[in-house]
């Protein structure tokens, strides 16, 4: 075992580039990173850059350099699908072939008579929209009448929206939980429920930290099931745990934003461990790219390249970093969606003594099996490793 630790950060949403398929997804020329680039002069990624990410791909301002400080490659996709999920699962080592249910015109009659039975709240929406402009419609609807608002989106979630002022918090989580048990059926079977708690007035209302997600639990056991089982940390951060609905996980943080999530990963790898360090930072997706907000997204990735320093200081020559994504969002893309894209792939440890490319990668999967060689344990069957390449 060459790395006794991983820290493995998510940038969600980053992606780098179309996939071949892409088209069939509808996000023919998809390129989360080169797009945001090409709106930003100056785009300041120092820090990403000297690691090899302008290698990976053309983006504009990102030069490539001739010596990089990490490992640098990219990765396809090859499950059917671009959710959060289906990413964040591929990249443990599984491969989805059966995509969730979407809903484009809403939930079906029968769920949603099921559920305000069940909860005994009646149910506004009941549309894809993005999170916000939901608010801005319904909110003070729900205010009055205290229904629930139920939206959806081009992913498979049933989305479910109260003020916590007129419906309290643990009783949105209840309902959270009927629905889960109801979009477990077959015929309604839907990835994800989330609570989609806010505060604030008509005009002003907002979207709080209080959200949770009531994922399924992946098909097949993960990397992170059979590192538990060997007696490696599995430490998630942000939604890691929600994702994977606690399966493989011996201790799961909440975050409340990127900041959050980057200064409690720093804390954590000051601490003792063994195994691995599962971070997600989602507001790359959800506070920006679901919302097309290049503007945001880019001063979001300057903010963690910024601080890219402070977790690269807390990383020994037994350490290994690994930065990527899981799907793309390009902001200046049709419609709300993700996108079919490539994601990067850096990987930085001091001990590393020839840092180069490890190529494109044909799945995610190829870092499970990566993991999984240097940690000593069965891989799931899936991906190639590029353990080689590391040492």
């Known amino acids: 075992m060459k790395y006794k630790r991983v820290c493995l950060i998510v940038l969600d949403s980053v992606g780098i580039g179309e996939l071949p398929d892409a088209e ?7 390129h989360t990173l080169g797009h945001i680039a090409e709106l930003r002069p100056n785009f300041l990624l120092g820090n990403l850059k000297e690691m090899g990410l302008g290698n990976i791909a053309h983006i504009p301002g990102i030069n490539p350099v001739q010596k990089t400080t990490a490992c640098y490659g990219k990765m396809a996709e090859v499950s059917v699908g671009k959710d959060t999920m289906t990413g964040h699962w591929e990249l443990m080592g599984l491969k989805i072939t059966t995509p969730f249910n979407v809903y484009p015109n809403g939930f079906p009659e029968a769920l949603i008579q099921r559920f305000e039975e069940r909860t005994e709240r009646k149910v506004i929406g009941n549309k894809p929209a993005s999170g916000m402009n939901i608010l801005d419609e319904l909110g003070e609807e729900q205010i009055k009448t205290g229904a629930w608002i139920v939206y959806t989106s081009a ?6 929206a109260a003020h916590e002022e007129t419906i309290p918090l643990q009783e949105l989580y209840d309902a959270c939980e009927v629905a889960r048990e109801l979009t477990l059926h077959s015929e309604f079977k839907v990835g994800r429920v989330i609570a989609r708690p806010y505060t604030g007035k008509p005009g002003g209302f907002i979207r709080n930290a209080n959200r949770h997600d009531y994922a399924v639990s992946p098909p097949e056991p993960t990397l ?3 590192m538990k089982d060997a007696g490696f940390d599995v430490i998630a951060v942000g939604k890691i745990n929600d994702i994977f609905s606690g399966e493989g996980v011996t201790e799961a943080i909440s975050t409340k934003s990127n900041l959050d999530g980057i200064m409690k990963t720093i804390t954590l790898l000051q601490q003792e461990f063994k195994g691995l360090l599962f971070t997600n930072l989602v507001d790359f997706d959800s506070l920006y790219g679901h919302r097309r907000d290049a503007e945001g997204y880019a001063k979001a990735l300057e903010q963690f390249d910024a601080l890219l320093p402070d977790i690269m200081e807390n990383i020994s020559s037994e350490d290994l970093l690994i930065i990527t994504a899981d799907h793309g969002n390009d902001p200046t893309h049709p419609g709300t969606d993700h996108t079919r894209e490539y994601v990067p792939i850096l990987l930085y440890s001091p001990g590393l003594t020839h840092p180069s490319s490890i190529g494109v990668r044909e799945t995610f999967s190829d870092l499970a ?9 069965a891989s799931t069957g899936n991906g190639t490793s590029f353990y080689d390449c590391l040492l």
């Open 224 to 226: 992170m099931n059979k």
């Open 24 to 30: 069939h997804f509808g996000d023919k020329d998809s």
């Open 369 to 377: 099996a990566t993991l999984a060689e240097n940690f000593g344990i």
């Open 155 to 160: 992913d498979s979630v049933f989305q479910i």
